[in-house]
């Protein structure tokens, strides 16, 4: 009778090929573990790596966003009066008044 089919009952005494069988048991309890845990380090790295794609994505179509943003408010700001334009302007309307009542005062 093999010990490999049955590695839970006790042993009654040990020889060779009983500690043989048993070491073949634990090495192969030791792999199955090493499997296990090979193929869920691959899914995680396998998840690991989805998710990088996924966030380099992301971050591309923000930077796309941001740049396209920028622009817009570097054309927004270059529409903006500058101050200087903005000081002549008032210069004029107040020039304008100006005349505007004194054509009236001497009607």
Not at 66 to 88: P, V
């Amino acid at each position: 009778m093999d010990r490999m089919d049955k590695p839970d009952e006790p042993v009654t005494g040990w020889t060779p090929d009983t500690l043989h069988e048993l070491v073949c048991v634990k090495v192969k309890a030791l792999r199955d573990v090493m499997d296990e845990r090979d193929r869920r380090y691959a899914e995680n790295t396998e998840s690991v790596s989805k998710a990088l794609e996924v966030a380099e994505k992301v971050t591309e179509a923000w930077r796309a966003s941001a740049n396209e943003w920028r622009l817009a408010m570097s054309d927004r700001e270059r529409k903006f009066m500058t101050k200087e334009i903005g000081m002549i302007f008032t210069i004029l309307s107040i020039a304008a008044l100006i005349i505007t009542i004194y054509e009236f005062l001497h009607k």
